[in-house]
């Protein structure tokens, strides 16, 4: 599997709150177009810059084929809609909101997320599902 032509999630590993979403997102993207991987785990470290892979409030994901990375809200967003689920489409209406406005209420809940959400992981995925989630 080439790394590149995948579309990869970038989560904080040891997050309540991201563990959750990941699991949200995965079970609505019914073709399994998306992958997953810990901020903390290698394929961030082959291909995330240390910036990224350092800061844990902040969620990165990487389309398909593309080399640009999109961080917080844009990032969450845009594995929404590349989900094709039915939330692509309140995805889409919130995308059109200014940046400034997505990523302060992001980060609003990306600083208080540990706070909020104690349980750090959740249960392992099935083995099916455990294949979408990258080292």
């Not at 249960?123 to 294949?131: D, I, K, V, Y």
Request: glycine share 6%; net charge positive; charged share 25%.
């Amino acid at each position: 599997m080439d790394l590149e032509t995948q579309s990869i999630l970038f989560f904080d590993g040891n997050c309540g709150l991201c563990s959750r979403s990941v699991n949200f997102l995965r079970r609505r993207d019914h073709e399994a177009k998306l992958r997953f991987a810990p901020l903390q785990g290698s394929t961030a470290g082959a291909l995330l810059p240390a910036e990224l892979r350092t800061d844990l409030n902040t969620v990165v994901y990487k389309r398909a084929e593309s080399r640009e990375l999109y961080i917080k809200s844009d990032a969450a967003l845009l594995a929404l809609i590349d989900s094709g689920s039915a939330c692509r489409i309140p995805a889409r209406l919130a995308h059109v909101l200014p940046r400034g406005m997505r990523n302060w209420l992001y980060d609003c809940i990306a600083n208080n997320r540990h706070r909020l959400f104690k349980k750090k992981t959740c249960p392992l995925p099935t083995e099916e599902a455990g294949q979408r989630f990258l080292p």
